[in-house]
């Protein structure tokens, strides 16, 4: 007991142990690994070697505390499952060996812990033991059969730490599992057993009662059949309950009710807890009483619910939730339904109240599951005399029903600023999903939202399911790809505790990883979903969309950020965005053109009349002059850069903009998608080192093979689209338009115009020599986008890296018609 253990093996197991889920051949080596170190009979005589095992085990399982002892009932049933058919069992053997020696270790260390010296590391090793003894217990109940009557005075540690609670609790779970198998049990040792039960419920808090009360309904049920000793219980705290209900009905604002405020939470507590356990309408509790105690008890803890202090509604409904695990036809119930939906729909309502309900749903499905598998295990083993798999399909067409009724609720609580709702809801769905009891399609949209979390854990469980999905029903992700980007934005919105910031679509790191990177490479292995996928998302920048910016800036995220893997990704998105915009710039330029005319033709004044047309001569002049002289006056105007030109250009549609500025702030707000497009374009073409001519050659309808090539990504090249999180923080969509903001907008629309007339690159004129309309288009990019640094915002970009044939100078290269 002395000898000291070696915390760096410790750290070792537990890290090697936690892989126990992982792919085959980790999980075999783990498996090989474990056998040798824990589950390998130990020599007798060698109790050195024993010793140094029963510390190594506890304590691997009390560093294990806080995330939880999974590990362990796996590595147990893998190992006890390859021996099942064998002749030798060493494991078996092993086992029997390790809990014998604990149990010895638990009394030893009982004995020591009178020394005040070591009584903190004696207590938390009696803990680690005992805890280590229950997850025995849990996979092979029938170890500690002869080991029950050293457990149970146990039951009688006072309790002064944290750690007295925790012996207490283990005791209580582990003689639940073992008396009902003890053959013969001497009716002392069980009388003992509830008595000692029975004064720990009465005494102590919710997680001494909710273990107290399990291992009583195992005993009572299954062993001494002694209801009347569980019905005064009962009736103690239901007589209880009524009374302080009859007394609030009488007087709500009664000082009677407050001073027993710890008796109605405790009596709340435990009538849920005992009902959970026991069926008082059994002739056994209740006689030849026509009473129908369910509803009574229904009907008190609903009443409750509606209480003004949310510590009494909390335990109320903790209540309700042990109460339908015994009868889960009460939550059928319309006070139940309309109670439960209201709590997890009202945005205002109580965070502990919400998660509170979503823990009952939890429970009751873990409830369920575990009665499912007990079920099938039953079956298996009495399949010729009686089919109990048909009962439980009976038990799942319930849990199916149940869970239709609440199932919009629950998805929808994903949309919550707590990240502990979003667990529970998280939680209630993965149970649902895994139990089979609805239709996984609907739940996709909500799982793709989930998976862009900001907690690893959410993601990882959310991205599982998906994968899960994935494999049994192909195409089920690709079909609701779109409409879980637009979801997965709401729950950013949801979460976003700076309403002024506008959402991103990446993480704030230093891959600067999509959000939706996951739900890409899912779909990215087959090339039509993913076109399609793509292709719709491209379509919500559309004008017709009507899409809200702060969407599109964070779609945009997303796009920019993707894990692309081949040219083929990049290039066919950036030969869609200069689809897009042909057709939406077009559209664009002229609903602002014609609402400056319909302006001028009310105003009927003169000098509108000659501003306006002066502005659409200036605008137009591309179209007034011959064919042949449009490059030279464009190259002179350009080479010149004179300032006066383009400030003449501004005076003159400012003149002629209409009083009403909504289609200006209309103008802006639409021009956002275009915007966007164009900081997409060049953020790829940047990313991946291609040139303009590249783009020109790609054809979406080539064979796959020519741009199967790997993608050579550039470092340092961040997707930052300035005017569109300017215009976002300035909220301008809602502020006053101040003669500034309009000039910023008429100078952005007429760039746009200067885009639109030269958006196709021209070819060269002469050797090396750029076109004026190529001048023309890279000024108006780079006007657009904001100036900038060429690396990231410029129209002008590195030659593509990854294509030989594409080197050239100039951004547009030679086009081939």
């Known amino acids: 007991i002395e000898q000291p253990t070696f915390p760096k093996i410790t750290e070792m197991c537990v890290k090697m142990i936690r892989r126990v889920n992982d792919e085959e051949g980790i999980k075999k080596l783990v498996n090989e690994t474990f056998q040798k170190l824990w589950f390998t009979p130990t020599p007798h005589h060698d109790k050195e070697a024993m010793t140094r095992k029963i510390l190594n085990i506890t304590d691997v399982v009390a560093a294990c505390r806080d995330t939880g002892y999974d590990w362990f009932e796996q590595?147990?049933?893998?190992?006890?499952?390859?021996?099942?058919?064998?002749?030798?069992?060493?494991?078996?053997?092993?086992?029997?060996?390790?809990?014998?020696?604990l149990v010895e270790h638990i009394l030893k260390y009982e004995e020591s812990l009178s020394d005040s010296d070591n009584k903190g590391v004696n207590s938390g090793r009696l803990v680690a033991c005992i805890t280590t003894l229950f997850l025995f217990s849990k996979i092979r109940p029938q170890l500690m059969v002869k080991h029950a009557m050293t457990m149970q005075p146990y039951l009688t540690t006072k309790c002064s730490t944290q750690n007295d609670f925790m012996v207490i609790c283990n005791v209580a779970k582990i003689l639940e599992l073992v008396v009902p198998l003890m053959e013969h049990p001497s009716e002392t040792f069980l009388a003992t057993i509830e008595e000692d039960l029975m004064k720990l419920i009465i005494k102590y808090g919710m997680t001494v009662v909710q273990h107290c009360v399990s291992c009583l309904g195992a005993v009572v049920n299954k062993v001494t059949q002694n209801y009347k000793f569980v019905w005064a219980c009962f009736n103690r705290y239901y007589g209880a309950l009524s009374k302080l209900k009859s007394q609030h009905q009488e007087d709500p604002n009664s000082t009677i009710l407050t001073a027993n405020k710890p008796a109605l939470l405790r009596s709340l507590f435990t009538v849920g807890a005992l009902c959970r356990h026991f069926d008082f309408d059994q002739e056994d509790f209740k006689g030849n009483s026509k009473v129908n105690i369910k509803d009574k008890v229904l009907e008190l803890l609903m009443y409750f619910t509606k209480h003004s202090d949310e510590e009494v509604q909390t335990k109320a409904i903790i209540g309700l939730g042990f109460a339908f695990i015994q009868h889960p036809s009460l939550m059928f119930e319309q006070e139940v339904k309309t109670l439960y939906n209201s709590i997890l729909s009202d945005k205002n309502c109580s965070v502990n109240l919400k998660i509170q309900v979503l823990k009952n749903l939890q429970t009751y499905l873990q409830e369920e599951d575990t009665r499912m598998q007990q079920a099938d295990r039953d079956w298996k083993?009495?399949?010729?005399?009686?089919?109990l798999k048909e009962m439980g399909d009976i038990s799942s067409g319930m849990s199916s029903s149940i869970m239709q009724l609440y199932l919009k609720q629950v998805l929808e609580a994903f949309f919550h600023t707590q990240s502990s709702v979003r667990h529970f809801a998280l939680n209630v769905i993965a149970l649902t999903l895994n139990q089979g009891l609805i239709h996984p399609v609907q739940c996709v949209p909500y799982l793709i939202a989930m998976g862009t979390d900001p907690e690893p854990s959410m993601r990882n469980k959310a991205d599982q399911q998906l994968v899960e999905i994935d494999k049994k029903y192909a195409g089920f992700i690709h079909m609701k790809a779109v409409a879980g980007m637009k979801m997965s934005y709401q729950v950013q919105q949801a979460i976003n505790t700076c309403?002024?910031?506008?959402?991103?679509?990446?993480?704030?790191?230093?891959?600067s990883s999509a959000l939706c990177s996951h739900l890409y490479s899912m779909i990215r292995g087959n090339r039509q979903h993913r076109r399609a996928f793509l292709i719709s998302l491209l379509n919500l920048f559309d004008d017709t969309a009507k899409t809200e910016v702060n969407m599109l800036l964070y779609i945009a995220d997303n796009l920019a950020c993707f894990p692309y893997q081949t040219q083929e990704e990049p290039l066919f998105i950036m030969h869609h965005i200069d689809i897009t915009l042909s057709v939406s710039g077009s559209n664009l330029l002229q609903s602002f053109k014609e609402s400056m005319v319909k302006d001028k033709k009310k105003e009927r004044k003169p000098s509108s009349d000659e501003e306006t047309e002066s502005d659409s001569n200036s605008g137009?002049?591309?179209?007034?002059?011959e064919e042949a002289s449009k490059p030279r006056r464009l190259r002179k105007r350009v080479d010149s850069d004179s300032d006066s030109d383009e400030e003449n250009d501004i005076n003159a549609v400012m003149k002629c903009l209409p009083e009403n500025s909504a289609p200006l702030i209309e103008f802006a707000n639409v021009s956002q998608g275009i915007l966007l497009l164009l900081m997409l374009k060049q953020h790829l073409k940047n990313l991946c080192g291609f040139s303009d001519s590249k783009i020109q050659k790609y054809s979406p309808s080539e064979s796959a093979k020519v741009y199967d090539k790997a993608i050579n990504r550039k470092t340092g090249v961040h997707f930052h689209p300035k005017q569109t999180l300017d215009f976002l923080r300035s909220d301008m969509a809602h502020s006053k338009i101040t003669e500034e903001v309009k000039r910023s907008i008429v100078k952005q629309y007429l760039d746009f115009k200067l885009l639109m007339e030269h958006l196709d690159p021209d070819e060269e004129e002469e050797d090396g020599e750029v076109s004026a309309s190529t001048n023309a288009r890279n000024k108006a990019i780079t006007s657009l986008?904001?100036?900038?640094?060429?690396?990231?915002?410029?129209?002008?970009?590195?030659?593509?890296?990854?294509?030989?044939?594409?080197?050239?100078?100039g951004t547009s290269g030679v086009r081939r018609r």
């Open 75 to 101: 590595l147990l049933q893998n190992l006890l499952k390859s021996e099942e058919d064998a002749s030798y069992k060493p494991v078996k053997k092993a086992c029997t060996q390790l809990v014998d020696n």
């Open 381 to 387: 083993k009495v399949a010729k005399q009686e089919d």
């Open 499 to 511: 309403p002024k910031d506008p959402v991103r679509g990446f993480r704030h790191d230093e891959s």
């Open 620 to 625: 137009s002049e591309s179209e007034s002059e």
């Open 785 to 809: 986008l904001g100036g900038g640094s060429p690396k990231n915002n410029a129209a002008e970009t590195e030659d593509d890296e990854s294509d030989g044939e594409d080197r050239g100078g």
